[in-house]
């Protein structure tokens, strides 16, 4: 996993960092800024939510001062492992205050919004805000599969359980019930036969209770 995480960092960093021609003087910003990003993601997998937020502070910085087009994606893999630990809404309200806010913010700073560079802005703000929603909500699709799953699976544990019980306490129950009217019904046996007959009911109810409780345990 770690290794996945510094592979697609590298990727990332290749795509949407290197490729973005600065001057000689911005280059160190763009690399050190850029390797705080990938380091985000390798934090993230201890620490999901400190790594997403140095991800996405060092790629807004970085698109602030026009030294990348990442749309978040280095951010997008701590939110998605947010989400899959304690993500419970697909879109929360939270959300959705930060997508406004940001686009407010880039409609109000963004400059004259005919310039090329607002179009630009724009669009990298717009795409960043679908990539973070998409992470968060296939993070809370799959830890809700697998919660799913796991209620699917305790349920028939329990169903295979059940069955259990019931075929011990049937069969148990069954020649006890059997053995008892032996006992009961039949009027030539002697005392010895019935202290033997009810020792076997007692053996049997003992064996019984003895195996339904390691079934239970």
Do not use: Y
């Amino acid at each position: 996993d770690l290794l996945g995480r510094l592979l697609f960092g590298f990727a990332v960093f290749a795509a949407f960092w290197l490729t973005v021609p600065v001057v000689d003087a911005d280059r160190r910003l763009q690399l050190m800024l850029g390797a705080a990003a990938v380091g985000g993601i390798l934090v993230g997998a201890r620490v999901p939510l400190l790594g997403s937020l140095v991800a996405a502070t060092a790629t807004a910085t970085g698109l602030g001062c026009g030294v990348t087009v990442d749309p978040f994606l280095l951010a997008s893999v701590g939110v998605l492992a947010v989400a899959e630990r304690s993500g419970s809404r697909r879109f929360p309200w939270w959300l959705l205050v930060i997508g406004f806010v940001l686009t407010l913010g880039t409609l109000v700073l963004g400059g004259d919004p005919g310039s090329t560079e607002f179009v630009d802005r724009t669009r990298t703000l717009l795409l960043s805000a679908l990539v973070l929603a998409a992470a968060w909500a296939l993070g809370v699709r799959t830890r809700q599969s697998r919660e799913t799953a796991e209620a699917r699976a305790r349920a028939e544990e329990r169903l295979r359980l059940a069955r259990d019980v019931h075929d011990v306490l049937s069969h148990s129950l069954s020649a006890i019930g059997v053995q008892a009217g032996v006992v009961a019904h039949v009027k030539t046996l002697g005392e010895s036969e019935l202290r033997d007959g009810l020792r076997e009911i007692e053996i049997q109810s003992r064996g019984s209770l003895a195996e339904l409780k390691a079934l239970l345990h």
